[in-house]
């Protein structure tokens, strides 16, 4: 089996799961006019974020992705080089097809509220950096930008799932214990404890202000600082994903 055929392997394996995601946002989107039907002239109305339910869902996709795609190939005679390039063309394929499809959508939504004052339908992007293109929205230069700052969301997204499942993968049954009880207990109660009695709340506001520097908030509303972020941070996934997978062993 080259590339190619695990690359169409692997796709096939979303054939159910992506039109049935659609469908539901679909769905959700045929209740706006019914939602807005109600609504008088003092009320108002804001949607969208369907870009969000994508991103989660490529994690989840990347979460599934491993296991048994693994144990198939091995047994097949297929090389971890060659299932590891076939997933991050994977990757390539749905985050960008997702993330045009979701551009329609947002288009078709705003195609419904067009002429309804009180009614507004943006994507996440347009939210959080509405002060880059003020005065000139729906720009044909926010449009590519955020259209390629999803991609990379969403590539993101998927290779973090891919990486934590094979991660898991990896580790024996005392260190997937450890992992699952330990981190969450350590984010959750642990630091929150330490940063609020010792640090006197300095951690979460650095992490704050780190993540508004990542985001590019903190530098004219970037959208390019965050992409570079999502690049150094994708590279760092499949990097460490390739070192795990490539010594991973078929488990029963």
Same mark, same amino acid.
């Given at each position: 089996?080259?590339?190619?055929?695990?690359?169409?392997?692997?796709?096939?394996?979303?054939?159910?799961?992506?039109?049935?995601?659609?469908?539901?946002?679909?769905?959700?989107?045929?209740?706006?006019?019914?939602?807005?039907?109600?609504?008088?002239?003092?009320?108002? %109305?804001?949607? *969208?974020? +369907?870009?969000?339910?994508?991103?989660?869902? $490529?994690?989840? @996709? &990347?979460?599934?992705?491993?296991?048994?795609?693994?144990?198939?190939?091995?047994?097949?005679?297929?090389?971890?080089?060659?299932?590891?390039?076939?997933?991050?063309?994977?990757?390539?394929?749905?985050?960008?097809?997702?993330?045009?499809?979701?551009?329609?959508?947002?288009?078709?939504?705003?195609?419904?509220?067009?002429?309804?004052?009180?009614?507004?339908?943006?994507?996440?992007?347009?939210?959080?950096?509405?002060?880059?293109?003020?005065?000139?929205?729906?720009?044909?230069?926010?449009?590519?930008?955020?259209?390629?700052?999803?991609?990379?969301?969403?590539?993101?997204? %998927?290779?973090? *799932?891919? +990486?934590?499942?094979?991660?898991?993968?990896? $580790?024996?049954? @005392? &260190?997937?214990?450890?992992?699952?009880?330990?981190?969450?207990?350590?984010?959750?109660?642990?630091?929150?404890?330490?940063?609020?009695?010792?640090?006197?709340?300095?951690?979460?506001?650095?992490?704050?202000?780190?993540?508004?520097?990542?985001?590019?908030?903190?530098?004219?509303?970037?959208?390019?600082?965050?992409?570079?972020?999502?690049?150094?941070?994708?590279?760092?996934?499949?990097?460490?994903?390739?070192?795990?997978?490539?010594?991973?062993?078929?488990?029963?």
């Amino acid at each position: 089996m080259n590339i190619k055929s695990a690359l169409k392997y692997q796709i096939a394996d979303g054939r159910v799961s992506i039109p049935v995601f659609y469908l539901v946002i679909f769905c959700l989107m045929a209740l706006i006019p019914i939602s807005s039907s109600g609504m008088g002239p003092e009320d108002s %109305m804001s949607i *969208g974020g +369907f870009e969000i339910a994508t991103i989660i869902f $490529l994690f989840v @996709v &990347g979460l599934n992705s491993f296991r048994e795609t693994f144990r198939m190939m091995i047994q097949n005679g297929v090389s971890r080089k060659t299932m590891f390039v076939s997933f991050l063309l994977l990757t390539l394929v749905l985050s960008v097809g997702m993330s045009c499809i979701n551009e329609v959508l947002l288009w078709i939504g705003k195609a419904f509220t067009a002429g309804k004052g009180n009614i507004t339908f943006q994507s996440v992007f347009e939210q959080m950096y509405a002060p880059r293109y003020m005065g000139n929205p729906d720009s044909i230069q926010m449009i590519a930008e955020g259209l390629l700052f999803t991609i990379l969301a969403c590539a993101v997204a %998927m290779m973090l *799932g891919y +990486f934590i499942t094979i991660m898991y993968y990896r $580790l024996n049954k @005392v &260190g997937k214990i450890a992992v699952s009880v330990g981190v969450p207990a350590i984010l959750i109660i642990g630091l929150p404890i330490f940063d609020a009695v010792v640090t006197g709340g300095m951690i979460y506001r650095a992490l704050g202000q780190l993540t508004l520097f990542i985001m590019g908030i903190l530098n004219g509303y970037n959208p390019y600082y965050a992409m570079v972020s999502a690049l150094i941070a994708f590279a760092v996934l499949a990097g460490l994903s390739w070192m795990l997978a490539r010594r991973a062993v078929v488990k029963d």
